[in-house]
């Protein structure tokens, strides 16, 4: 029998729907990942992104991106080795010795205090909606803000602060990633706080890959799968080396009639996470 109260129906459809999320995530961190990002979501199958606000080229994806579906890519590590970015507050907790964010989400959780976490996310969100971005939900850059038990807190705070939906990783994606003893959509939940049903990850597979394997077993409800497009070149190469071609994959990925074509085959009905922020400021 069809759950009544499932979120398919709240947002207006049948129980049995099969709804689907394409984030572009990183939008920001880079020239060539804002173009890559623009043409997936004009061109090809992606149906939002979220916004690395502290990044050298967030700004520009603020301008390139006016009116769509963009929601916070909450950043509090600096991956690269020799292009870095650092917080917005400016707070000590925040960084390492090199005056960046750290480069890994373990060195981070060790120095990182959840007050200087929340003032720094709270400033990367209020900077989006200054820059006029009609920001849609929230989600963690490498999970920095779901490691510790006390910055999950933060997560959830912002979300019910902002009136914003998340991305919620799976309990078995949190007990791979060593965060099951605190992460729980049911937490989320019992807040207000609405989430995506089911999460495929595919990072560091080809996602067309991903797509072609995961798509057909995804059950009913709404599903996210996210991608880090980037247009190949000189830029992606210099700063990003080490993933360059899963990046590149993934910009051609996004904008693959055949990709489209298996959405459509398997009866999705792509969506974005703004009829879930509707939603969540409804009162769900």
Not at 85 to 91: A, R, V, Y
Not at 144 to 161: G, I, S
Not at 209 to 228: K, M, N, Q, R, T
Not at 240 to 256: K, Q
């Amino acid at each position: 029998m069809a759950d009544p109260n499932s979120l398919a129906r709240r947002l207006g459809y049948a129980a049995s729907d099969r709804l689907l999320i394409i984030n572009c995530d990183d939008l920001g961190v880079s020239h060539a990942a804002n173009v890559a990002t623009s043409r997936a979501m004009a061109e090809g199958v992606a149906t939002s992104a979220t916004l690395m606000v502290p990044c050298p080229f967030a700004r520009e994806a603020a301008g390139m991106f006016a009116g769509m579906d963009i929601g916070v890519h909450l950043t509090l590590t600096s991956e690269y080795p020799g292009y870095r970015w650092g917080s917005l507050t400016g707070l000590a907790s925040l960084h390492g010795d090199d005056g960046y964010f750290p480069q890994t989400t373990t060195a981070a959780i060790k120095r990182m205090e959840a007050q200087d976490v929340r003032a720094e996310c709270r400033a990367q969100i209020d900077c989006a909606l200054s820059w006029g971005i009609d920001v849609t939900h929230l989600d963690s850059h490498m999970h920095a803000v779901e490691a510790r038990a006390d910055l999950f807190d933060v997560y959830l705070d912002l979300a019910v602060e902002y009136g914003l939906p998340l991305r919620m990783i799976t309990p078995s994606q949190a007990e791979r990633l060593g965060l099951a003893g605190f992460h729980s959509g049911q937490r989320a939940a019992a807040r207000g706080i609405i989430c995506n049903d089911h999460l495929v990850y595919p990072w560091p597979r080809p996602t067309r890959d991903v797509f072609f394997e995961a798509l057909p077993g995804l059950p009913a409800g709404i599903s996210e799968i996210f991608a880090h497009p980037v247009l190949d070149g000189e830029e992606l190469r210099g700063y990003g080396p080490g993933y360059a071609d899963l990046r590149v994959h993934d910009a051609t990925c996004l904008i693959d009639p055949a990709v489209r074509d298996l959405i459509g085959q398997q009866g999705f009905k792509p969506i974005s996470y703004r009829p879930l922020r509707e939603l969540q400021r409804r009162g769900g």
